[in-house]
């Protein structure tokens, strides 16, 4: 079961990250720790990739924000997916 309360989003759901409102458009991908999903920022039309992850653990816990920690280092890299937010 995903963050919507269901095994598939549908593109009438919408999720907010921090301060942003994005409508999913559809899962592109589903893995041990989560799902990730094509994404749109209703307030700019940006298409993003929103993942969420399935914490069942502190140990997962610990992982997730040192993967938030690099992520936001990385952030701005020429080869590397931008990080916009976390939440």
Not at 1 to 26: E, P, R
Not at 32 to 57: C, D, H, M, R
Not at 67 to 87: D, F, T
């Amino acid at each position: 079961m995903d963050f919507f309360g269901s095994t598939n989003a549908n593109s009438a759901s919408s999720v907010q990250v921090g301060q942003h409102l994005y409508k999913i458009v559809k899962q592109i991908s589903e893995g041990g720790f989560g799902f990730v999903y094509e994404a749109q920022q209703n307030s700019t039309g940006t298409k993003v990739a929103l993942k969420q992850l399935n914490i069942q653990s502190q140990e997962h816990l610990v992982m997730l924000k040192n993967e938030i920690k690099y992520w936001q280092i990385l952030s701005g890299h020429a080869n590397i997916c931008q990080m916009v937010g976390a939440s």
